[in-house]
């Protein structure tokens, strides 16, 4: 199963980090901290959908841009509203 391009996992990286509040991916049961480039690598492949939870005082910033960049790399990703 391929992975995403790097361009893509450097992206959602450097987007996440631009927010306060806590951004984590979950697939299966795996929980991966989208702000360490390392476990987006290791985690995110291309042919996978994923539950992304944000909690912080930024919280529906970060959901509008995480949605958009996962978009752009045509990845699919469901933005957890909790």
């Given amino acids: 199963m391929p992975s995403a391009n790097n361009a893509a996992i450097v992206e959602i990286?450097?987007?996440a980090n631009k927010f306060r509040s806590s951004i984590v991916l979950q697939y299966d049961n795996k929980y991966i901290d989208v702000k360490s480039i390392l476990?987006?690598?290791t985690t995110l492949l291309s042919s996978s959908n994923y539950d992304l939870h944000v909690h912080g005082p930024d919280a529906e910033e970060a959901k509008t841009a995480?949605?958009?960049v996962f978009a752009k790399h045509?990845?699919?990703v469901n933005?957890?509203?909790d």
């Fill in 13 to 15: 990286s450097q987007t």
């Fill in 74 to 76: 045509n990845l699919g």
């Fill in 39 to 41: 476990g987006l690598f």
């Fill in 66 to 68: 995480m949605a958009e």
């Fill in 79 to 81: 933005v957890v509203q």
